[in-house]
């Protein structure tokens, strides 16, 4: 009994702290990755670029993860990787690829950060998943106004419709892909999935 009344805040603090870190690499990490994508389609094909990218990611990961032990996934999972492979990282990113050669990466950053309210759209009317919640569905309106609110200040009368339209296709076809691995067949390793789903849809 003392032993857990003694690790038990010590615990939580370090999931804090992980938790943390972790937003901390989506803000930092994932969101300078439109700018790292906006620099490599001025000079090298986008579709070209996001499929040698994602291929050779997952092509390494895969390898890795394999000599490490991990099982290979089975004929279904294979089926379910392509598919969220295909959602995830053919149609998501090259749409994004290609919008961005005409979209700055900072109004393209803004468009992306509407993934959790399509998610949840997704998750509460389409697939019923979650039950609707007034607070959830608040916050994530926030949030979409957040980004309306920041597109409207700073896209200006010269921004580019149908790039932006398919950057938000793409967005849709992640949430897409994100929702639909609770409903399909899936290694049980997520380093295995991410790798397979990253060399396929690349």
Known sequence: MVVILVTAPVTRRRIDIRIILAFLAIYVIWGSTFLAIRTAVLLVPPWFSAGIRFFTAGVILYVFVRLRGAEAPSLREWRSLAIIGFLMFSVTYGALFWSEQYVPSGITSV?????PL???????FVFRQQRFRWRVMFAVTIG?????????????PGLPILPCFIILAGSAAWSLGSV???ALSLPRSRTVTAAAEMMLGG
């Open 111 to 115: 468009l992306e950060s509407t993934l």
């Open 118 to 124: 399509l998610t949840v759209l997704f998750e509460v």
């Open 144 to 156: 979409f106004a957040g980004v309306a609110l920041m597109l409207l200040r700073d896209g200006g």
């Open 180 to 182: 639909l691995t609770k």
